[in-house]
Nanobody, 125 residues
Framework: QVQLVENGGGLVQAGGSLRLSCAAS????????MGWFRQAPGKEREFVAA????????YYGDSVKGRFTISKANAKNTLYLQMNTLKPEDTAVYYC??????????????????WGQGTQVTVSS
């Protein structure tokens, strides 16, 4: 069983930055890709970014392109999300997820196999 644990959320002013991390543990960890999603109150879970675990190819949701950067440290089994120029509309619970099947640009939450518990990001105006 794979366990994913997010850290790094918090309260930040608009225009500020935060860096989220997601540490994976458990069975031999070798997903096809990992991603970040977010969910604001009353809204559906939204795709933020994804990265292939082996090659490092990245893909972003339109609302975060140019502001967020996804990266990874394979040796540490850790995923990161650097969030810059944050806006109040970025406020949400952020989740990391692992995808086992080799389907690239997969933005549907239902196609990810493992999830973290989430970390709250609040951006004040």
């Amino acid at each position: 069983q794979v366990q994913l644990v997010e850290n790094g959320g918090g309260l930040v002013q608009a225009g500020g930055s935060l860096r989220l991390s997601c540490a994976a543990s458990g069975r031999t960890f070798s997903p096809y890709a990992m991603g970040w999603f977010r969910q604001a109150p009353g809204k559906e879970r939204e795709f933020v970014a994804a990265i292939t675990w082996s090659g490092g190819s990245t893909y972003y949701g339109d609302s975060v392109k140019g502001r967020f950067t996804i990266s990874k440290a394979n040796a540490k089994n850790t995923l990161y999300l650097q969030m810059n120029t944050l806006k109040p509309e970025d406020t949400a619970v952020y989740y990391c997820a692992a995808q086992l099947n080799a389907i690239w640009k997969n933005t549907l939450p239902s196609r990810y196999d493992y999830w973290g518990q989430g970390t709250q990001v609040t951006v004040s105006s």
